[in-house]
């Protein structure tokens, strides 16, 4: 009982300072930003209050529909391929291969290189390499093709730091699971699905919810290849809050639009959460 | 910060008191990151020359981002050096800039360049916000070398314009190259038709409910979309560093872009020589008005202590001898009197300069978030024009709603 | 793992098909080595002239490029930023984990904070940057120490995501044992659990040195006038509004790729080592 009591105490020592440190460098701002968007604040300077105007526009602006249009869609088609193909990297890269350092530092590098430099590497192969091969016109230049491209980018960049999270997960299985798999006569496609997947579920949730969230606030890649266009038809949520609210005049109806973005990401990821970690108690 | 502050004040007044006093410090932040050598340059030279005031200048990547961030943090600069355009109104809006019409200086500024940064106002406000500093000019950039191998004119007006793209595509030549990809390029040949073909106010008469984009847009747009036959095709695949190279390679005549393009043109082609000329808009050869607007303005922040220092500062800028340096550096035009040796690039615009016949950006009076750039980019796709103009009318009052009613209750009760 | 390795053969199909798609990775790196090398005047808008080899293999872009963003002194900045928050990273967002994922099952507090945290993580930087601004300046920590404070708490609700997930395989029985032989549970956690959590923190500080290793916006509107400048943000001058050199910016942006990339390989060792401290003891 004693050591129960000790064992609650650290705990509460432990958590409830850093849950202050957080309270105050995300909730804070959180706040205040959120109080903002009752405002026309422009980011400085003096503003005025507008009550619920801002939201109001916000469900009827086309652009902002748009974009999450565009968002949710450029997500769920990134996070399912980016999770597919690092799951089979990792259990690639986690075999018994040859030149294994070599492979996962080449490997990795994607994650690395800046945003100045993918845009311009990735523009030039949608602009110049690849219509020289396949003789059609720029992806980037088609607005109903230019989202696929960023899905392209975005995986390029992001399958290396999903792979990074399956591979540590992988060696959480510990070996002598497999050799008892083995024996029992379990290979290839039957002993991932039956042994090692349900062995590596908390790293799938982490990386669903890793995956989902950067991919809805996408933007980098935007920037580097598209700024938007062509025709506004890869303008991201995570774009509009940016380029129309610190770059524009429009931070405060922009905080109205990053409230409600907020919402919607937290009920899907809790979801996804909640969902993937049922699915983690049933295996 | 303001305990430090009250104290270096104090430190100030107390050495000001006797006769060693230290040097009042004049901070000047200014945007143009790439004039940063210059601006090194001159307050190096500043420094040697003064010994009662000190400048510190910087010209930071990001500046505009930084500059918000420090007014936030109420930390403020005694000059900033920004561009004529929607961010100084959006600053003078929120009261940040001095009134600097007392400073004697301004007297040396053409009076062109000062009218171009009072219609950057909002509502009319008494005082001038800004000492204009340097130019830039848009217009259409042109292969000097291609042009008098086939001896082919400056056009006068717009019929003669479609003649030369008709005579260089028959040459075997791609007349222009836009690189629309960046959207931001489509608002350069834009600009440069609507100073010839829309009142300079137009964005004010919207505001005040006294006119429509639709009616005073159309010709603009359709111009605008007129002229994509004559550039590289499909140029939504192309940025603008793609269209200075291609520039650059000789891979067309002339290219719809600004005199700030001209450095990153030269870097891929070191040899090129390449002159301007105005964009011919207007059907009257008597019509055409340079596109030219401020490019780089000082503004003397209104919670600066050493106004006098910092008026101190801009005479030194302001001296023809340190001009003549910007400007050959940087291929700009200056917005004071007097004679200046112009880059040789700006030859075919030099009359529209010298007569002051110009007028300024259109896109410096829209508010960056409704994204003219992209909704002219949607418009050169699709090739709707009844739609994009009625999209324009449209965005425009939903964007500049709190602008609108300054400017009616200004109205109103003046 | 590593001693069986030596006895069994090599995976020899799944290496060449590695080694094929390799490609996806190599192609564009070339074309940031071949940029990098060349002259801006060397720069083409066709296939084969951008593919084709510089004039000369000559390391000028490299040494002008360290020139112009003050190399060594921005690589120390960058590198002390990146350093303090990773270690402060892997102590305190593991703690939190060990917290949350221990409690979660039997107390409400514990989850509401595993979920408070994890929400975090969807706050969209755009509208927390203005307060913040405001918040470190009145505070007086608008400079290094609060750009560190800042990525702290930034990387919380994903460390600590990943640090409840891998408890979630680390049985609960090992801390027991040390619980009936007296020992406190601060003790257990730093003597028994962080151990067996390496391969974790190596994943933890390769991704939390990789957003701060590349990160612009923060220290760009905290610590801008401070005088100090990290590799992203000298990196910066090579884009001006009108113009960009490209080869000057590629050169430095492999120059600045380097380190990570050896931290990478360095923690991938960790990552594998780990679990074999870790079943050792």
């Known amino acids: ?283 | 910060m303001r305990r430090i502050l009250t104290f270096s004040l104090l430190i100030v007044i107390f050495s000001a008191s006797f006769a060693w006093a230290a040097p009042i410090e004049i901070e000047l932040v200014q945007y143009k990151q790439e004039a940063l050598k210059i601006f090194e340059q001159l307050a190096d030279k500043f420094n040697a020359t003064h010994d009662n005031i000190k400048l510190k200048a910087s010209s930071p990547s990001e500046a505009i981002t930084i500059l918000k961030t420090r007014f936030i943090r109420e930390k403020y600069p005694d000059i900033i050096g920004i561009g004529g355009d929607v961010e100084f109104s959006n600053f003078l809006d929120a009261e940040l800039l001095a009134d600097v019409s007392s400073y004697k200086g301004l007297s040396k500024i053409k009076p062109a360049y000062i009218n171009i940064i009072e219609g950057l106002e909002f509502v009319p406000t008494p005082g001038t916000y800004g000492v204009p500093y340097m130019a830039n000019a848009a217009g259409i950039l042109y292969n000097r070398d291609m042009f008098n191998e086939h001896g082919w004119k400056i056009p006068e007006s717009w019929p003669e314009f479609i003649k030369l793209c008709e005579d260089i595509k028959a040459a075997g030549i791609r007349p222009l190259y836009f690189g629309y990809k960046d959207t931001w390029t489509t608002l350069a040949p834009w600009n440069a038709l609507a100073v010839d073909l829309a009142p300079a106010d137009i964005c004010q008469q919207v505001n005040m409910g006294k006119a429509t984009f639709t009616q005073a847009y159309r010709e603009i747009a359709e111009k605008t979309y007129a002229l994509l036959q004559y550039g590289e095709e499909g140029p939504f695949a192309y940025g603008y560093n793609d269209a200075c190279t291609a520039f650059a390679r000789g891979e067309s005549a002339m290219f719809t872009i600004g005199s700030y393009a001209v450095p990153q043109i030269l870097s891929v082609n070191p040899n090129m020589n390449i002159d301007s000329f105005v964009m011919p808009g207007s059907d009257d050869p008597n019509g055409q008005t340079l596109n030219s607007g401020v490019d780089l303005m000082f503004c003397v922040m209104e919670n600066s202590p050493n106004k006098e220092a910092a008026y101190e500062v801009l005479d030194f800028l302001l001296e023809p001898e340190n001009i003549q340096i910007y400007i050959d550096a940087q291929n700009a035009v200056p917005c004071s009197e007097g004679e200046f040796k112009l880059a040789p690039m700006l030859d075919g615009m030099r009359k529209y300069i010298t007569a002051g016949k110009m007028a300024d950006y259109q896109d410096h009076h829209y508010p960056s978030e409704m994204s003219v750039s992209a909704i002219i980019q949607t418009f050169l796709i699709n090739g709707n024009v009844d739609e994009f103009l009625a999209k324009f009318d449209r965005d425009w009052i939903r964007y500049n709603r709190d602008i609108i009613t300054k400017v009616q209750n200004y109205n109103a009760s003046h | ?281």
């Not at chain 3, 991704?207 to 943000?233: E, F, H, K, R, Y």
Request: with cysteine; charged share 10%; hydrophobic share 55%.
């Open chain 3, 1 to 281: 793992m590593e001693n069986i390795t030596v006895k069994e053969k090599f995976n020899w199909p799944v290496t060449i098909l590695l080694l094929l798609g390799l490609f996806t990775v190599l192609f564009p790196l070339y074309m940031t080595v071949v940029i990098a090398f060349k002259q801006p005047s060397e720069m083409t808008n066709d296939v084969i002239g951008l593919l084709s080899f510089p004039a000369s293999w000559s390391f000028d872009n490299f040494r002008e490029a360290m020139r112009v963003t003050d190399f060594w002194r921005s690589l120390f900045n960058s590198f002390l930023i990146t350093a303090v928050t990773m270690v402060i990273s892997i102590a305190i967002h593991s703690l939190m984990g060990y917290a949350v994922s221990r409690n979660m099952t039997n107390s409400r507090f514990y989850r509401f904070s595993y979920y408070y945290i994890v929400s975090g993580m969807f706050v969209p930087f755009a509208i927390l940057m203005m307060p913040l601004v405001k918040q470190t300046a009145q505070l007086h920590i608008d400079n290094v120490f609060g750009v560190i404070v800042l990525y702290v708490v930034f990387y919380m609700p994903m460390n600590v995501l990943l640090y409840a997930g891998y408890l979630k395989n680390i049985p609960i029985a090992l801390e027991e044992a040390a619980h009936v032989d007296g020992a406190s549970t601060w003790t257990t956690y730093w003597k028994i659990i962080f151990p067996l959590m390496w391969p974790m923190h190596a994943t933890v500080a390769v991704l939390t040195a990789l957003g701060t290793w590349n990160d612009v916006m923060t220290p760009l509107v905290i610590m801008s006038g401070s005088g100090m400048n990290t590799l992203p943000l000298a990196q910066l001058t090579f884009q001006t509004q009108f113009g960009t050199n490209y080869n000057l910016a590629f050169a430095s942006y492999l120059l600045a790729l380097l380190p990570m990339l050896i931290f990478y390989l360095v923690a991938q060792k960790q990552i594998i080592n780990g679990v074999i401290n870790g079943a050792v003891k």
């Open chain 1, 1 to 283: 009982m004693k050591s129960q009591n000790e064992r609650k105490r650290t705990f509460l020592l432990i958590a409830v300072p850093i849950l202050l440190l957080f309270f105050c460098f995300n909730t804070l701002p959180l706040l205040r930003g959120f109080m903002y968007s009752f405002t026309n604040f422009r980011g400085y300077g003096k503003f005025d209050w507008v009550g619920w105007r801002n939201y109001a526009d916000l469900f009827t602006d086309t652009r902002v529909g748009n974009s999450y249009w565009f968002t949710f869609k450029l997500a769920l088609v990134a996070t399912i391929l980016i999770n597919i193909l690092s799951l089979i990297m990792a259990l690639a890269l986690n075999a018994k291969i040859r030149f294994k350092s070599f492979l996962r530092g080449m490997y990795f590098i994607p994650n690395i290189l800046g945003a100045l430099v993918v845009g311009y590497i990735f523009s030039y192969i949608f602009t110049y390499i690849l219509p020289a091969i396949t003789h059609a016109a720029s992806m980037l230049a088609d607005k109903n093709w230019a989202w696929i491209a960023i899905v392209i980018v975005c995986a390029w960049q992001s399958i290396a730091m999903n792979t990074l999270i399956y591979i540590s997960g992988l060696q959480t299985v510990p070996e002598d699971v497999y050799e008892a798999a083995s024996l029992d006569g379990a290979t290839g496609w039957n002993r991932f699905r039956y042994i090692t997947f349900p062995l590596i579920m908390p790293f799938f949730t982490i990386n669903m919810v890793l995956c989902m969230k950067n991919n809805l606030m996408v933007f980098d890649q935007i920037m580097a290849l598209t700024k938007g266009g062509p025709a506004q038809s890869t303008e991201s949520i995570s774009f509009l809050i940016y380029n129309n609210g610190m770059s524009g005049g429009q931070f405060g109806f922009q905080s109205a639009n990053a409230v409600i973005f907020f919402i919607v990401i937290v009920i899907i990821s809790v979801l996804q959460l909640r969902f993937l970690n049922k699915r983690e108690e049933q295996l």
